[in-house]
């Protein structure tokens, strides 16, 4: 059964970012002695401290090794932190299982700019996390799901990751269909399908978490086709989606009975 976090107290909160040495996102009276990339870094996108919190403690209770997220931002520094944490703790008891990407997280994103600023503000903090990441640019365009308008990007990444972070692309930052239709409207939401052109691949036990989107994660409910369970975490603003399959073959319980012995 997949651990989900409780939600913390403000000092909890704090103390946990306190740990991990980011006081510098969390303490204003500190801003003096950052540096102006520093500045800029805090400032591009102010950090959802219970967002992030809840990723990493996804993945750190959950043992996950590889990652794929859907556009980036401060959720890759924590998901960064996590994979760098259970690299020193499991990277020897998972020498048979058959992964390319072990404790790794593909980013991909159509903003060069904010991936930019992303791998910036993770040097910041530690330079030796960039081994825990690989930044990938992708255009993303309108398409056609059953005649629904989606959006996906043009790059897919050769990799089962167990777990998926949903939180992008810029919805504003879209090629247009053949048609015309874009979805760079206020009155309109994200809709990525990405997901499910990689479903069959999945191994059972991934994790699929998205950041609000809940049209998004209505439509993903409705369109994936195996047996997933769902779950809106009312604390957090996120919907949690775990394929909840029985291993189809050896490697598949390889995976599924390390995520099951001995849960931290």
Not at 72 to 78: A, Q, R, V
Not at 142 to 147: R, S
Not at 181 to 200: G, R
């Amino acid at each position: 059964m997949i651990k989900i976090p409780k939600k913390p107290d403000n000092k909890e909160l704090i103390n946990f970012f306190r740990k991990k040495k980011l006081n510098y996102i969390i303490s204003k009276s500190q801003k003096k002695s950052l540096s102006t990339n520093q500045l800029k870094s805090i400032e591009a996108y102010k950090p959802e401290l219970l967002d992030l919190y809840v990723i990493f403690q996804i993945i750190k209770l959950n043992k996950r090794i590889s990652c794929v997220e859907y556009g980036s931002g401060w959720s890759s520094l924590l998901i960064a932190l996590a994979l760098n944490e259970n690299e020193k703790k499991y990277k020897k008891k998972i020498f048979n299982l058959r992964r390319n990407y072990k404790f790794k997280n593909l980013i991909i994103d159509n903003e060069k700019k904010y991936l930019g600023i992303t791998k910036k503000r993770i040097k910041q903090v530690d330079l030796k996390l960039l081994k825990n990441c690989d930044f990938i640019f992708s255009k993303c365009r309108i398409k056609k799901y059953n005649y629904n308008y989606v959006t996906e990007f043009d790059y897919t990444p050769k990799i089962n990751p167990d777990f998926i972070y949903l939180d992008g692309p810029d919805q504003f930052n879209i090629i247009k269909s053949s048609d015309g239709f874009n979805i760079d409207s206020k009155d309109l939401t994200p809709m990525a399908a990405d997901i499910l052109k990689i479903e069959f691949f999945l191994n059972p036990g991934t994790i699929i978490l998205i950041d609000g989107r809940g049209a998004n994660a209505n439509f993903l409910k409705i369109n994936l086709l195996r047996k997933w369970k769902y779950k809106y975490l009312k604390n957090f603003d996120q919907h949690l989606f775990v394929l909840d399959e029985k291993p189809y073959g050896i490697e598949s319980k390889k995976i599924l009975s390390f995520f099951k012995k001995n849960k931290t």
